[in-house]
């Protein structure tokens, strides 16, 4: 393996100690853009991990009895160190994970953004007075902060989704081991920098890497362990929560698979609609939860739709994330590529029309073409399974019923978006749509002061907002007389 300089090193963060590989099982680390490996990732071993949890374990006392304002302190200068590393940390970002540059570096910059309204936040965790019904009694409701927490982060949204679930955390009070995806390590380390640097007392934060099964397995039965978080597949997050449930009914937050559903009616501004759902289909290769995925269009503006979508998916450079000509990276891993294949293939066998894309794009690296299938019937296998990719699926509707029904058909209740000039259409819609989140006539769904999450097989639990902050909190009530 031949090291990129521009990736650097990877090392573990246990207990303020930044581990070496040593004699440590090491795995590659691939650049998607070129398949090639670029550094080299150490496991912790059963003892890092035991150590990670134990410092979480004994730090959360100290870190919990920190006023929350001189937690906040530390959170806000990370966030201005993420802002001035800017540049490396979405270098970094790019070769391990393929988005293009532009993306990577908004990314660094709403983890920066996260940490502020997060660092502030925490300081905001009020309790209540409850007037009491018994003469002389004072009732009292308080949030405490739930304990060291183990987290579990993916690969498509490295830093984001790190973010989010380490700056609640930590200005809650509470302490942390996370397990990032071993595909995209050094975003997290990142963040740990930082905040090693901003002053993050040792041990309070804790990354490790490994098997993936076999660190989650031992750090949520760890008896420090008090709370889990992941972000992930739904498969993943059902066998999590399990054994959250079987290591003593921890707490869990579980942010899953999604298949956005969108709601183009007849009234809707089209271009409007097109211009904004192509651009956040084709974000990260469309490796996002909340990826707009199934277009359902009023049959009087079906075609044109397609039309438009089609073109504008076609004009989209496709390339490595570090050109900066580049509009969508490849997509992060091979999995990603048979998956297109494979749904691809299985739509246009039940009749379907490819109306551009379709295809891998390279012979070396995971490009694969932005793609737009029209006219998917309901039971090929994209309009069933979330194809986490560069895949627009569209499918013509009549009836306002009709297409509630279609939308709210699947297990998942993620995002879902709809387009209507009618404000009696908009609420209708709002109230009717099985999901976690509503974009009508716009996409900004996923902001830091605002609740992230899902229902139905999507998950449970919010991140953002001040339901985010709830997720690391208990409530304790006090009477006293
Ligand atoms: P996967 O199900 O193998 O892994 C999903 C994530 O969970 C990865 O980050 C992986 O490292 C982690 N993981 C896997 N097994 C684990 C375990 N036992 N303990 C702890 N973590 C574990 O699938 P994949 O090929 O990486 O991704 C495929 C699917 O996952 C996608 O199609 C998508 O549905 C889903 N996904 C969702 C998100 C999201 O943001 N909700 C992110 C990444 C992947």
Not at 56 to 62: D, Q, S
Not at 256 to 269: K, N, Q, R
Not at 372 to 389: D, H, I, K
Request: hydrophobic share 45%; net charge negative; charged share 20%.
């Amino acid at each position: 393996m031949t090291a990129d300089a521009r990736y650097g090193t990877l090392k573990l963060f246990v207990d303020g100690r930044w581990l070496d590989a040593g004699d440590r099982v090491s795995e590659d680390v691939i650049n998607p853009a070129t398949g090639e490996a670029i550094a080299s990732l150490p496991h912790a071993s059963r003892d890092d991990i035991d150590a990670a949890a134990l410092a979480a374990g004994r730090t959360f006392k100290p870190w919990k009895a920190l006023p929350a304002y001189d937690r906040a302190k530390i959170i806000r200068k990370a966030a201005d160190l993420l802002r001035e590393r800017v540049e490396h940390i979405a270098t970094r970002v790019v070769l391990e994970q393929g988005k293009p540059m532009l993306e990577a570096r908004q990314e660094v910059l709403a983890a920066a953004d996260i940490f502020d309204w997060t660092a502030d936040e925490g300081r905001r965790t009020y309790g209540r007075i409850v007037p009491s019904r018994m003469p002389g009694a004072r009732w009292l409701v308080t949030k405490e902060p739930v304990g060291p927490v183990a987290a579990f982060t993916p690969w498509n949204i490295p830093i984001v989704i790190p973010a989010r679930k380490i700056s609640a955390a930590l200005a809650v009070g509470c302490t942390m081991v996370i397990k990032p995806s071993e595909e995209t390590p050094a975003s997290v380390l990142e963040l740990a920098r930082a905040l090693d640097d901003a002053g993050l007392p040792k041990g309070v934060l804790n990354v490790v890497y490994g098997v993936p099964s076999d660190v989650s397995e031992q750090l949520i039965a760890h008896p420090a362990i008090r709370k889990i978080t992941f972000t992930g597949s739904t498969v993943v997050g059902q066998h999590l929560a399990k054994l959250a449930a079987e290591a003593g009914v921890k707490r869990a937050t579980m942010e899953l698979g999604g298949h956005a559903p969108v709601l183009v009616f007849e009234d809707a501004d089209l271009d409007h609609a097109v211009r904004a759902m192509v651009a956040a289909k084709y974000r990260n290769a469309g490796q996002v939860c909340v990826s707009p995925t199934r277009f359902y269009v009023h049959e009087s503006l079906h075609d044109r739709f397609v039309d438009g979508f089609a073109r504008a998916a076609n004009a989209i450079t496709v390339g490595d994330g570090l050109d900066p000509a580049t509009g969508m990276g490849p997509l992060a891993n091979p999995r990603r590529i048979a998956a297109m294949e494979r749904l691809v293939a299985d739509a246009v066998g039940h009749g379907a029309t490819l109306a551009t894309g379709g295809e891998r794009g390279a012979n070396r690296g995971y490009f694969f073409q932005p793609t737009v299938l029209a006219n998917v019937p309901m039971e090929a296998r994209a309009m069933n399974e979330e194809p986490f990719g560069p895949m627009a699926i569209t499918s013509p509707f009549s009836t306002f019923d009709e297409v509630i029904e279609q939308a709210n058909r699947l297990p998942f209740g993620l995002a879902s978006y709809a387009f209507t000039t009618s404000s009696k259409t908009a609420t209708m819609v709002a109230d009717a749509l099985e999901a976690g989140m509503v974009g009508l006539n716009n996409n900004f769904i996923n902001m830091p002061e605002t609740p992230f999450g899902g229902v139905k097989q999507s998950g449970y639990g919010s991140e953002g907002g001040t339901e985010g902050m709830d997720a690391y909190l208990t409530t304790k009530f006090v009477s006293q007389t």
